[in-house]
Nanobody, 124 residues
C-alpha cells in the first residue's frame, strides 16, 4: 500500500554532513510512524531514529544523539534525516520504514513498509 524511496546518500569525509530523504506514496503518510534504520556490511539492520505521526516526538539511538535530527513534512509526504559530524562507523545502507499500531517502533518488525535503502559512506 505504501511505497518508500530513500535518497541523499553518498560519500563524505568524517566530520561532514548529509541529509537523507524518505519519500512516501500510496498511503496516508501522516498516519504512520517513520523510522530510520541502517545496515553495515556483515551486521544486522539496526535502529537509528523514529518520529511520531505529528513530528513532535522523536527518539534516537545513543550513538547518534546530538548529531542526527529526524524530521517530517507531512504536506510533502517526506521524512528527513539530517546527519552531522559524521563518523566512519556511520557507514551503512540507510533504510526508512513506516508502521502504525505498534508498541515501541524500535525493531524492524514494528514497520510494515520499507524502502530500498541509500548508501552512506564516510571516509576517514
Amino acid at each position: 500500500q505504501v511505497q518508500l524511496v530513500e535518497s541523499g546518500g553518498g560519500l563524505v569525509q568524517a566530520g561532514g554532513s548529509l541529509r537523507l530523504s524518505c519519500a512516501a506514496s500510496g498511503g496516508t503518510f501522516s498516519n504512520y510512524v517513520v523510522g530510520w534504520f541502517r545496515q553495515a556490511p556483515g551486521k544486522e539492520r539496526e535502529f537509528v531514529a523514529r518520529i511520531s505521526t505529528s513530528g513532535v516526538i522523536t527518539y534516537y539511538v545513543d550513538s547518534v544523539k546530538g548529531r542526527f535530527t529526524i524530521s517530517r513534512d507531512n504536506a510533502k509526504n517526506t521524512v528527513y534525516l539530517q546527519m552531522n559530524s559524521l563518523k566512519p562507523e556511520d557507514t551503512a545502507v540507510y533504510y526508512c520504514g513506516a508502521g502504525r499500531n505498534r508498541r515501541s517502533y524500535l525493531m524492524q518488525y514494528d514497520y510494515d513498509y520499507w524502502g530500498q535503502g541509500t548508501q552512506v559512506t564516510i571516509s576517514s
